[in-house]
């Protein structure tokens, strides 16, 4: 199946080279086009360049949203049109840093990140936060493990959003664990008491009715 990455920066490159290396194809989008040609043409024949946002959404079954959460907003807006047959995936963790690099959170505490995000789509969008509850290091390292997979956790409302971000997290070489509904994403963020862990099933699901 095909997936288009929007952003090839340090997560999302990282996210496309684990989904090309499962099998899928991908349409990749930068601000830089130039950024996203290099990282097609390092992935072979599996990656294409789009022009544009727009499209790289052409032929995709889903969009991974690979960005700032300052940017999220404008891009949404750009492809808003194109997005209500397609799985919409949000890795982005709502924080800024400052030219001192300094980092903030941009959301009121206790407010999720989805869903601010689930407010910026059209109605009736598929949305799911994941593939932003590692590093992107620990992403790459902890991918294919064995003889245990480890976890991936993902936040839905959606059962059809569900189901189709389980195949792309088992193309990535991950086992899906769903925390919940979108309100529960903030479990999945930076500062969230799911984030950056890497456990087995079993471990996941322990602690996802642990707290
Ligand atoms: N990096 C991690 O380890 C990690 C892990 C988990 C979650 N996350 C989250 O994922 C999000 C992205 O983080 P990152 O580290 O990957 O950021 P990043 O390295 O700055 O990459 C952001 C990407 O967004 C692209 N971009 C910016 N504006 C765009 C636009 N208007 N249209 C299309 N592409 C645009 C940039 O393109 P150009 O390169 O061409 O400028 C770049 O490829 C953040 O919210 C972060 O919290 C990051």
Redesign the pocket.
């Known amino acids: 199946m095909t997936t288009a990455i ?9 996210i496309a080279r684990q989904l090309a290396s499962g099998g899928e194809t991908l349409r990749l ?8 040609r290099t990282l097609a043409a390092e992935i072979g024949r599996s990656a294409v360049a789009a022009v ?2 727009r499209d790289a959404l052409q032929g995709a079954d889903a969009v991974v949203l ?7 907003k ?2 949404i807006d ?1 492809i808003a049109g194109s997005l209500t047959d397609k799985l919409v995936v949000v ?5 800024t840093t400052d030219a001192q690099g300094s980092v903030s959170r941009l959301l009121p505490k206790g407010q999720p990140s989805g869903t601010v995000v689930a407010g910026w789509l059209p109605p009736g969008v598929r949305l799911t936060m994941a ?9 790459e390292s902890a991918s294919n493990r064995l003889p245990e997979p480890a976890v991936l956790f993902y936040a839905t409302d959606d059962d059809r959003a569900g189901e189709e971000v389980e195949r792309l997290i088992r193309t990535a070489g991950f086992e899906p664990v769903k925390v919940g509904g979108i309100e529960q994403s903030g479990r999945l ?2 500062g969230g008491d799911l984030h950056d862990l890497v456990v087995g099933p079993a471990k996941a699901r322990s602690l996802i009715g642990g707290s």
């Open positions: 929007i952003g090839t920066g340090g997560i999302g490159s990282v989008s930068s601000a830089d086009n130039q950024a996203a544009d946002n690979a960005l700032r959460f300052t940017v999220l404008g891009v750009e890795p982005s963790n709502p924080l593939f932003g509850t590692m590093s992107a290091g620990l992403f963020e930076v």
